[in-house]
């Protein structure tokens, strides 16, 4: 599996999504920014060397991850989103698309997806914090919940 948060745009949330990597046994793919280098820098908390895939241009990795066969999801409030609770655990590669809090997986990455999965939430948030959406979907696809 692999964890991709490929608009980060706190980079706060990218050392709690490869510590998420590590306890799943998944890798990261983001894009190779400064900014995304400074904060994967500061936030790796780990003792050995994380698992990171450097994409260059999103849209262009995923197409070609899509290419390989691997199943993308998207985290993602759609209409035809499943809920977490019914995801099915992954049986192949999967690459778990996330977008940032503000805008979203954007509609040219949202083409390229296999699914989209919606986290259910009752209180007034319109959506969770992009490291806790990603850890969510990542134990379940890994069927550790």
Not at 14 to 22: A, I, M, P, S, W
Request: contains cysteine; glycine residues 10%; proline residues 6%.
């Amino acid at each position: 599996m692999i964890l991709a948060p490929l608009w980060p745009k706190y980079g706060v949330n990218l050392g709690t999504l490869l510590r998420t990597c590590d306890a799943v046994g998944a890798c990261m793919a983001v894009p190779r920014r400064p900014v995304v280098k400074e904060a994967l820098a500061q936030g790796n908390t780990l003792r050995h060397r994380s698992c990171v895939h450097w994409t260059g241009n999103p849209i262009t990795w995923l197409g070609k991850e899509r290419a390989r066969g691997s199943h993308i999801v998207g985290v993602e409030l759609a209409d035809e989103a499943i809920r977490l609770g019914d995801l099915p655990v992954a049986r192949r590669r999967t690459v778990v698309v996330l977008g940032n809090e503000s805008d979203g997986i954007p509609p040219d990455a949202a083409a390229l997806l296999d699914l989209a999965v919606e986290i259910p939430m009752l209180g007034s948030g319109h959506s969770l914090n992009v490291a806790v959406a990603g850890s969510l979907v990542a134990y379940r696809l890994a069927g550790l919940m």
